[in-house]
C-alpha cells in the first residue's frame, strides 16, 4: 500500500517528502482555478527547492473538468512538456483534479508516477488514496478509468481552512461514512460537526480505509462497503442533475440505507436517529425531496447493479455494515419505506 502523509505545514515540505520516493525529475502540477492563487507557489517552490523541474497547469474547477477533452488536453500538455517514463505528476486539489491527473497519469506512456496533494476534505479521506483514477462519460460518472497507487499522498490539512462551508460538510459527510462502517469512537467523535482540527479526524479517517484497501485493492468485495450511502445517494444526484453535490447525496443516501437496514431486519440497532443528527450537525441534508418512484428509475442505472440484484451496504449498527445483494424487482417497494 502506498503511504499518506498527514501533518499540518507539510505543503512547503512536499517536494522534499516527494524526493523521499522518486529522484527529482520534470514534473508536471495540475491543479484548479480555485486552488493554484492559494497553494501552487508554495508546491512549485517547494518542489523547485528539492530538485524538481515543474511546470504548472491550472484546469477549470469542477466537475465539467474530468471529461475526455480535458483528459487528452492534458496528456497534450504532458507530451508537450517532454515527460518522460521516469517523470511525475502531481495532481493538488479535490477529486476531479486527484482523478483526473492520476487517471492521465496511469495511461500516459502505459503509466507514470503520480503523487496525490489532497486540498478538499473529501479528497484527503477518501479520493487521493486508494488508487482510484477516472473520468466520466456523458453517460455516467466514473465510467472509464483505471487502478494506479500514487507514489505517496503528501496532506497539509492546513489546507483544508480555505474550504468553503458546503464543501467542508461534502467531506464530513465521508468522514461520518468511516465511523459508521468501522469505527463507533470515530462516528461519536464527529457527531457534533467538524472539529476545529482535522488532522486526527483525516488520519483515522484515512487508516481506515488504507486497511479496506490493502485487503481489496480491486474492489471485489470489502471495498465495495465504501459505497454505504452511494446507490441512494447517485439516484439523489442524478435526480438533482447533479446540481446537489456528491457529498450531500451521499448523507441522504446513508439515512436512506439506516432505515433500509431497519425495515429489512438487518440493524442490530437502529442508528437512523444517530446518522441523521450527526449528519445534521455537520450541516448536510438529510432527506430526500425525491419521489421514490424517480429515485428507483435512477438507481437502476447503478454501476454495482449486478443481473437481478444491486448490493447495498447497510447499518448493522454504528462501526458495522454488511453488503447486501437485494432483488431489482424488490427495490421500489424498499424505496417507498426509506423515502417516508
Ligand atoms: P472538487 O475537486 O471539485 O473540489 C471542490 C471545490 O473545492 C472545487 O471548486 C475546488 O476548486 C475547490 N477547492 C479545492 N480545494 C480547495 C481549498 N483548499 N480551498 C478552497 N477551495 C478549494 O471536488 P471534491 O469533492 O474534492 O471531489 C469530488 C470528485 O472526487 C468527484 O469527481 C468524485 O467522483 C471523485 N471521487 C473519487 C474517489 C476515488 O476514490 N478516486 C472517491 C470519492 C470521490
Ligand atoms: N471511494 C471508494 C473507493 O475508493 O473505493
Known amino acids: 500500500m502506498h503511504d499518506v502523509l498527514i501533518s499540518q505545514g507539510l505543503l512547503a515540505k512536499a517536494g522534499e517528502r516527494l524526493a523521499e520516493c522518486i529522484k527529482p525529475c520534470r514534473t508536471i502540477v495540475v491543479t484548479d482555478e480555485n486552488v493554484a492563487p492559494l497553494y501552487a507557489d508554495t508546491v512549485m517552490e517547494s518542489l523547485r527547492e528539492a530538485g524538481f523541474s515543474p511546470v504548472l497547469t491550472v484546469l477549470p474547477a469542477g466537475e465539467t473538468t474530468k471529461c475526455g477533452s480535458q483528459y487528452i488536453a492534458l496528456l497534450e500538455t504532458m507530451a508537450g512538456a517532454e515527460l518522460t517514463r521516469s517523470d511525475l505528476v502531481v495532481a493538488l486539489g479535490g477529486g476531479v483534479i486527484g482523478d483526473l491527473a492520476g487517471f492521465a497519469a496511469a495511461t500516459y506512456l502505459r503509466g507514470i508516477a503520480v503523487a496525490q496533494i489532497p486540498t478538499t476534505l473529501l479528497a484527503a479521506v477518501d479520493s487521493s488514496v486508494g488508487g482510484k483514477t477516472a473520468i466520466d462519460l456523458a453517460a455516467g460518472k466514473n465510467l472509464v478509468g483505471a487502478f494506479h497507487k500514487p507514489i505517496r499522498v503528501v496532506c497539509d490539512p492546513s489546507t483544508l481552512a480555505t474550504l468553503p462551508p458546503e464543501q467542508l460538510a461534502a467531506g464530513m459527510a465521508e468522514s461520518i461514512k468511516y465511523g459508521v462502517l468501522f469505527d463507533r469512537d470515530l462516528f461519536a467523535h464527529l457527531s457534533h460537526g467538524a472539529p476545529a482540527d482535522l488532522t486526527e479526524t483525516v488520519s483515522r479517517c484515512v487508516a481506515l480505509k488504507q486497511g479496506v484497501v490493502a485487503r481489496d485493492f480491486t474492489d471485489r468485495g470489502e471495498r465495495q462497503l465504501l459505497n454505504l450511502g452511494h446507490t441512494f445517494g447517485h439516484a439523489i444526484e442524478h435526480c438533482a ?13 446513508m439515512c436512506m440505507a439506516a432505515r433500509a ?25 438529510t432527506e430526500t425531496v425525491y419521489s421514490a418512484a424517480d429515485l428507483t428509475a435512477a438507481a437502476l442505472h447503478d454501476k454495482k447493479r449486478a443481473g437481478g440484484t444491486i448490493k447495498l451496504v447497510l447499518p448493522v449498527k454504528i462501526g458495522q455494515c454488511v453488503l447486501h445483494p ?15
Open 241 to 253: 442533475n447533479f446540481t446537489i453535490l456528491h457529498g450531500e447525496a451521499v448523507a441522504i443516501g
Open 261 to 285: 437496514a431497519v425495515h429489512l431486519g438487518i440493524a442490530k440497532e437502529d442508528c437512523t436517529a444517530a446518522i441523521r443528527d450527526a449528519l445534521a450537525a455537520a450541516h448536510l441534508p
Open 326 to 340: 437485494f432483488p431489482v424487482d424488490r427495490l421500489g417497494e424498499l424505496m417507498e419505506e426509506v423515502c417516508r
